[in-house]
């Protein structure tokens, strides 16, 4: 594993903020991207196999934080075939270090990568449109760009929530580079079920009481912020309220990690300056409704495609919008699969598990 000092430093255009309004926020809040690498340096010194950890710089000059692992202890003859890699797209708020229960097992037999998404994590992080359908394109064309950086003709993509929408949208657009297409608890693919007091007709209307005005008015002013923006505002309590709100994620690690170093990253990767959120919150509607419903236009996927989607049993996800994508692929290769006691982060929850599905999705490619 390569040594975490010789990471490569970020540079400038990641650790300012000088677009920013809030300028003065940074002496003000107790994060900075060296304090994230440093964090992320002690998730990353778990791997045990080869880690090869850089920036990669894409061609508008962005740069995406790439990690590529490989298995130390296998040496391919030069004349087989090179398996195809397995390429891993976070979620909202996350990073590379959110696989850390996963990076090793699945680098087994396969090259495999990961990356924080732009406006993310350590990767950089610039403007991003308000337009949803822009944001979006910012989102995948950033993606291609790092593809075409690295090298790679085709690849397995595997996307968690914000990740799979980004996935499944990237494959629409360059499906001969996806040999198989992995949602696990994917974001953004069921519209917004349509609301109404009074007694309704027709199976798509949900009937429910009207919120009360105090809520009306929260949900108001909430709207109008960026979603983490709550973190950054808090200043110096911002670790503490990733730790009230979020102490799950210490509890996923805890075999790895007797500290905090988890809700550290977390905190870490979204107390810097909004970007990539930025996007996200272009792309939603008011309660985490995606603007441009993925189950829209998942019939553009060539029906050759593979598709399998991977939902925590106990997640907040709905996993009824896979079986309709499968309905809507007429069942053509494509599957669900439900992972026992796990929630949202399945990867985190019931690595093993998730491990084995997917070490045997990338066995079926080759």
């Known amino acids: 594993m390569d040594n975490p000092a010789t990471i490569a430093p970020v540079q400038n255009d990641c650790e300012t903020e000088t677009s920013s309004a809030w300028s003065w926020w940074p002496s003000w809040r107790p994060t900075s991207m060296s304090l994230l690498k440093t964090t992320e340096s002690k998730i990353l010194a778990c791997i045990q196999n080869d880690l090869w950890a850089r920036f990669v710089t894409l061609q508008n000059q962005y740069r995406i934080w790439t990690l590529t692992i490989t298995n130390k202890a296998v040496r391919k003859p030069v004349e ?4 195809t890699p397995l390429v891993m797209v976070h979620g909202f708020g996350g990073g590379v270090g959110l696989w850390i229960r996963n990076l090793d097992a699945l680098s087994r037999s396969r090259p495999v990568y990961a990356f924080d998404l732009l406006g993310f994590g350590r990767s950089s992080r610039p403007p991003f449109p308000s337009d949803a359908a822009e944001a979006e394109e910012q989102f995948v064309d950033s993606i291609e760009q790092w593809r075409q950086s690295v090298g790679l003709e085709n690849m397995i993509l595997l996307g968690h929530s914000l990740g799979g929408y980004l996935a499944t949208s990237y494959a629409i657009q360059y499906p001969s580079r996806v040999s198989h297409l992995i949602l696990v608890d994917p974001w953004g693919f069921p519209e917004r079920p349509k609301v109404q007091n009074q007694q309704g007709q027709g199976t798509d209307v949900v009937k429910r009481p009207s919120p009360p005005r105090w809520v009306k008015a929260i949900l108001a002013v909430v709207t ?24 799950d ?14 809700t550290q990253y977390i905190y870490h990767c979204n107390a810097q300056t909004p970007s990539g959120e930025v996007g996200f919150r272009a792309m939603t509607e008011s309660l985490g409704w995606a603007k441009r419903p993925m189950l829209d236009r998942v019939h553009q996927l060539p029906a050759s495609m593979p598709v399998t989607l991977l939902y925590g049993a106990q997640s907040w996800v709905d996993s009824s919008s896979g079986y309709k994508m499968a309905q809507i692929r007429n069942h053509s290769n494509t599957r669900v699969l439900l992972i026992n006691e796990a929630s949202h982060h399945v990867y985190a929850d019931q690595p093993g598990e998730f491990n084995r599905v997917v070490e045997n999705i990338c066995k079926s490619v080759n």
């Open 80 to 83: 087989q075939v090179p398996k």
């Open 224 to 247: 109008l912020f960026n979603p983490l923006a709550v973190i950054r505002a808090a200043g110096p309590l911002g670790p503490g309220l990733v730790n009230r709100f979020r102490p």
């Open 249 to 262: 994620f210490k509890r996923k690690f805890e075999d790895l990690f007797d500290d905090d170093t988890m």
